[in-house]
């Protein structure tokens, strides 16, 4: 049943009127309704708006050869129908994604043309060069310039530093050969070259996403780089295999225009000398401001680049706190879940620095077994040795004092050897001089001086090595805290439900569309956006390459609804009936895409019905009055002075019904009406309503709102009726009608904290 709805939906599409752009050419065209198609998310969003009418060109294999299609659609413009109505309807951080891939094609079609030789130049893309030019000319240091005849050009071979294959290191070695440039200008050239390539794409992906149907006062799209820009060279062009496995072009993945931020940094080489070098920030930063004015602010993310060996991660941070979103090992998507298969996470490097390296560290030093242990241990066994230093030196100069004596009995030693002996000799008395104590005692001084000087000099080594081990820990600590600090401190906690996170502070992140979105504020607020590349470890360098696609533009609330109605002064004055239809041809699309999702029974279907009172103008919007203050005429002093007034846009905006359909997770048909603040002259008939209305303190405006209100919900039941009779099958039909008559049949209208219900 599904795909017979779907397969009706394409086949009654293809014979409704449709809304195209002429802005775009026919390559352009093209190539756009290529990359949609090839890009899941585009796709699934906005795919079915783009209408080609063309032969279904095929791969032996069945995969559809959008090569040939392209070239189809570039000779027969007329069979590709880009319905830009509907388009504008959709998630708008999409549109710009689309506009976005659009513009970095044309930079670097433009970029790989001004490359070559003779007149085979294509005009279009030449022309987006010289655009491309006028932003880099500016930028670029006084040496990258030369003298011809009485002008000034820049140097020929600088344009080979454009190249788009050409990866940050690759770049920096090609301008380091150039003599005319030092290591200042050489990065002069390339933040230049990084200034006109986001001017560049951020001017065309408007353009584009203009010509698409969105719609945005704030419009700012940022390509950024994180990483040691060394990895970036051969991923240019994405190539695919035809069936006999030949490659043909495909998409561009440009990764090599995303712009890194740059500066020249201190550093040791391989010989141990201090060099400079030019670096990339591992952690760029973009700064920008919510929308203000009533407007939501839509946050759109696409990654390029991606490492599936490492966690794409990307902070958001708005008056402290932290909004953080991380790549998905299977989707590639970003989300609030942290989940990941690999090691490669910026939180498993905090964790290391801190629970392992930091840790080991603070045990060496503070622990039982540390430093400070040992260093007391040595500093008491010098202590110990330096007293018995003190007491052999002592004993020593004791033997000093002690007189030498000698012994007038002979020993019996002596008696022996003089019987044995046949000379008679005199017997020499033994003398006492203590020369063998007092050398051991010299031996016992030198020994525990020895012992001393080995404490200290160990004293000495522990200190070294805790100093060493303290500055360690603190280069350490200074690391973690950066690490801490750019992973954001104050992380916000979330609620998920089918891929949409909501934030305790009711900001949201929809993992199908990658659009975050702070909701809408009166003043501007300034946040952040931060893109971490992943270090090999914690304390490495080294880090690959990750690029991220950032889009910001403001909102309407209920600017993706598919069904969009504001009916202003429909009704007369004091009255509630409806005269005419509310529904048009140009609303056939948003109808069928309605009538899809009411048939598919696991999407809840709600109708959200208001009767609003008086309305107060904020911002491009209208919303109810609080409190409900009331005049009792409209300005002036005769009749028509007060019908001028009355026809006053500051009355006449107020006096609005709208009507949205919402399709997404969930099915919503909400349905507000609002009156202006002039005191209202409504005749109650119905006695329980002029019951309720003194019961609940309602004044004539707001039951006059409600009612209005009830009568869009008929009118609107009377037209969804007839219409699927019209465009579905009888089945699908009464499955359609069913399903709303009974949703409308248990619709109450709010007026305030109270409600009425619909007689319908």
């Known amino acids: 049943m599904k795909h017979f709805t779907l397969l009706l939906f394409l086949f009654i599409l ?165 003599r005319y440039l030092d290591q200042e200008d050489a990065l002069q050239v390339l933040k230049a070259l990084n200034y006109a390539t986001n001017a560049y794409t951020e001017q065309r992906a408007k353009e584009i996403y203009l010509a ?129 298969a690999g090691r490669g996470t910026y939180q498993s490097l905090i964790d290391d620095l801190e629970k392992n390296k930091i840790a080991n560290l603070e045990e060496m030093i503070y622990g039982k ?33 002690t007189p030498v004596t000698t012994s007038k009995n002979v020993t019996r030693k002596v008696r022996k050897q003089k019987r044995k002996s046949k000379v008679l000799t005199d017997y020499q008395p033994k003398t006492k001089s203590n020369k063998k104590n007092k050398a051991e005692g010299q031996s016992e001084i030198l020994f525990q001086y020895e012992r001393r000087a080995a404490y200290i ?88 390459e990750v690029m991220l696609h950032i889009n910001v533009v403001d909102a309407e609330p209920h600017f993706d609804a598919r069904l969009q109605l504001k009916l202003n002064d429909i009704f007369e004055s004091d009255s509630y009936t409806l005269q005419h239809n509310l529904l048009s041809q140009k609303d056939s699309v948003a109808m069928r895409l309605f009538f899809e999702g009411l048939l598919n029974k696991k999407v809840n279907f709600s109708i959200i019905a208001r009767g609003n009172g008086v309305g107060k103008k904020i911002g491009h919007s209208i919303q109810k009055a609080y409190p409900q203050n009331e005049i009792s005429a409209y300005p002036g002093v005769t009749d028509e002075e007060r019908l001028f007034n009355k026809m006053d846009s500051s009355f006449a905006d107020l006096r609005l019904s709208e009507v949205y359909v919402n399709l997404g997770r969930e099915i919503t048909l909400e349905i507000n009406s609002f009156t202006d603040p002039v005191v209202s002259n409504l005749k109650l008939t119905q006695e329980e309503l002029k019951e309720q209305m003194i019961k609940n303190v309602w004044s004539k405006n707001e039951i006059l709102s409600a009612l209005r209100t009830e009568s869009i919900l008929r009118k609107l039941k009377d037209e969804v009726n007839v219409l699927a009779g019209q465009y579905l099958s009888r089945t699908d039909a009464k499955i359609v009608i069913d399903r709303f008559n009974k949703e409308i049949q248990k619709t109450k209208i709010s007026i305030g904290k109270s409600s009425l219900k619909a007689n319908l």
């Open 14 to 178: 293809k014979f409704t009127n449709a809304q195209d752009y002429p802005l775009l050419k026919a390559e352009e065209r093209a190539y756009l309704y290529h990359i949609v198609k090839k890009s899941p998310i585009l796709e699934n969003n906005i795919g079915r708006f783009f209408d080609y009418r063309g032969p279904a060109i095929k791969h032996l294999n069945g995969e559809i050869h959008f090569d040939s299609i392209e070239e189809i659609i570039i000779n027969q413009p007329e069979m590709l129908i880009i319905r830009s109505e509907e388009i504008a309807k959709s998630p708008i951080g999409l549109i710009a994604e689309a506009a976005n891939k659009m513009a970095i094609w044309e930079l670097n079609k433009a970029l790989l043309e001004s490359r070559k030789g003779g007149d085979d130049k294509n005009e279009h893309f030449t022309k987006e060069y010289q655009k491309f030019e006028n932003f880099l000319i500016g930028h670029l240091p006084s040496n990258a310039f030369k003298s011809k005849g009485d002008s000034l050009v820049m140097h020929s071979k600088l344009d080979q530093v454009f190249n788009p294959s050409l990866s940050l290191d690759d770049k920096k070695a090609l301008l380091q050969s150039f």
């Open 212 to 340: 698409l149907g969105g719609q945005a006062d704030v419009f700012n799209n940022v390509l950024v780089a994180a990483g040691d820009g060394s990895n970036t060279s051969g991923l240019l062009e994405e190539r695919e295999k035809d069936e006999k496995g030949r490659w043909n072009r495909g998409l561009p993945k440009a990764v090599g225009l995303f712009p890194y931020d740059l500066s020249i940094v201190e550093k040791i080489n391989e010989k141990k000398k201090k060099t400079t070098v030019i670096e990339p920030n591992r952690a760029p930063v973009r700064d920008f401001k919510t929308s203000g004015n009533h407007r939501m602010t839509n946050v759109h993310f696409d990654v390029w680049g991606y490492n599936a060996e490492k966690q794409t991660t990307v902070v958001i941070e708005k008056e402290g706190k932290t909004y953080r979103l991380f790549g998905s090992g299977e989707t590639r998507f970003l989300s609030p879940d942290s989940s990941f």
């Open 369 to 401: 077994k540390g430093f400070d242990y040992w260093i007391a241990y040595n500093e008491k066994k010098k202590v110990e040795t330096t007293l018995k230093i003190e007491k052999a030196e002592k004993k020593y100069s004791d033997m000093g004092y």
């Open 457 to 544: 000099a160990k004293i000495k080594e522990l200190e070294e090595q805790k100093e060493e081990a303290f500055e360690t820990l603190q280069t350490y600590q200074t690391r973690l805290d950066g690490l801490k600090s750019r992973f954001g401190l104050y992380p916000l906690s979330y609620t998920e439900r089918d891929g949409l996170y909501i934030f305790e502070d009711s900001t949201t992140f929809d993992m199908n569309t990658q659009e975050f979105v702070f909701p809408a504020t009166k003043d501007t607020v300034p946040f952040e956006v931060r893109l971490l590349a992943i270090p090999n470890s914690s304390l490495s360098e080294q880090a690959d």
